[in-house]
């Protein structure tokens, strides 16, 4: 039933959108699109955004997995969010790399998280072993992690009755593109693991189209104003990657589309790209929201203490390019989102409330009326508007 519902936005030459949930307004945001348009939207939750309560929790809204999946639920009247896990998998997680657990403690620790995500009604699952904190897996050896989690992941829904779609590929964000023998060899093997051991095949592979996230900007090859060398262009390598999966009847799955122009965007369902994934650039759309609206409200010691505790977080430093010469504002505007749910943004937040309410605004309504506006140009582009 999942699959038949994204596969009837695809007929209708579209390109699926994958939100991430980077704050509660995101959330709320994505869910009153999906049921005011009657389109699926995927909530793609990483996890370290949301994870299970046995394994710590998330950055997000502090919210577990089971917490998460109610809060949606409770508010997705038409059923039109797809609850998605975004590269869940071995040392996906800060504590597995906190702790430098081994494979087999880190394989362990992924499908404890996947069995909660699987009975917390998540729909589907990306199961990416890419990353490893000993030394760089090969191809072959992530593969046999993918089937590892794949055959327990599969198991687990057979047990709970629950429906999942699994995605596959790797995290790596490039900004180049995959060649065209990994796909094939990726497939292949897939294909031969599924029917050997009876298993569905998987409906997304994560294709590297040239998509690269740094500051604030998509600084790949795919929106790259000049040709990149030693490598085809996007209008050619794109379709033949696109050939590829509707040879093996898979999906192809965009990460990091952030950022990218509105031309680009509207050359993902020309081309035939079947979804993309956006995260950070919600993120930063509501962080300059915030900042704006505390400094044109009068507030601008409390947007100086956000700005401070942001930048102080340093989770800013993996988005810098090399010899960045960002100022320490921008670069805490790309941390902003890290820190909405701490207890000091929250008290900032509270006391900013309280004033622009004397005024008549309504501080969330504010941010989540921007992060919607934020969204709603990937739908548009996408296609996913019926009345556009």
Not at 10 to 17: E, S
Not at 207 to 223: F, K, P
Not at 229 to 243: D, F, S, T
Not at 329 to 354: D, M, N, Q, W
Request: hydrophobic fraction near 40%.
């Amino acid at each position: 039933m999942i699959k038949q519902k994204l596969e009837s936005v695809l007929a209708r030459r579209c390109t699926l959108l994958g939100v991430g949930p980077m704050s509660v307004n995101c959330v709320d945001a994505a869910i009153g699109l999906a049921n005011r348009h009657a389109v699926p939207i995927m909530l793609i939750a990483s996890r370290r955004q949301v994870e299970s309560s046995a394994l710590g929790g998330g950055y997000v809204n502090n919210w577990t997995t089971e917490k998460f999946s109610g809060y949606v639920m409770d508010r997705d009247d038409n059923d039109r969010i797809i609850l998605a896990r975004d590269h869940g998998g071995p040392w996906q997680n800060e504590k597995e790399k906190a702790d430098s657990m081994t494979l087999r403690r880190a394989m362990e620790s992924a499908k404890a998280s996947f069995a909660a995500d699987i009975d917390a009604g998540f729909q589907i699952l990306h199961i990416d072993p890419s990353v490893d904190i000993h030394s760089p897996p090969s191809l072959d050896e992530v593969l046999e992690r993918i089937y590892e989690l794949y055959e327990f992941c599969w198991s687990h829904a057979q047990k709970a009755d629950r429906q999942v779609l699994f995605e596959i590929g790797t995290e790596e964000q490039t900004g180049t593109t995959h060649t065209q023998d990994e796909l094939e060899h990726t497939l292949a093997s897939m294909k031969k693991f599924c029917g050997r051991n009876r298993l569905p095949y998987p409906s997304f592979v994560v294709i590297q189209t040239g998509t690269r996230v740094a500051e604030t900007r998509n600084v790949g090859s795919l929106d790259a104003p000049v040709r990149v060398a030693h490598e085809l262009p996007a209008e050619i390598q794109v379709p033949k990657m696109i050939e590829i999966c509707n040879r093996y009847r898979i999906m192809m799955k965009e990460h990091n589309a952030d950022y990218l122009s509105d031309e680009s965007l509207q050359w993902h369902p020309r081309l035939g790209i079947h979804s993309a994934n956006v995260a950070p650039e919600l993120g930063v759309t509501e962080t300059r929201a915030l900042l704006e609206t505390l400094e044109s409200g009068g507030l601008g010691t409390l947007a100086e203490k956000f700005l401070a505790l942001s930048y102080s977080s340093g989770k800013w430093e993996k988005w810098m390019l090399p010899d960045s010469v960002a100022t320490d504002r921008e670069r805490a505007v790309i941390a902003g989102h890290y820190v909405f749910s701490t207890p000091e943004c929250l008290e900032i937040k509270t006391a900013a409330a309280a004033e622009l309410e004397k005024k008549g605004l309504d501080l969330d309504a504010i941010l989540r009326s921007r992060v919607e506006s934020a969204i709603l140009r990937y739908m548009r582009n996408f296609r996913l508007l019926r009345s556009e």
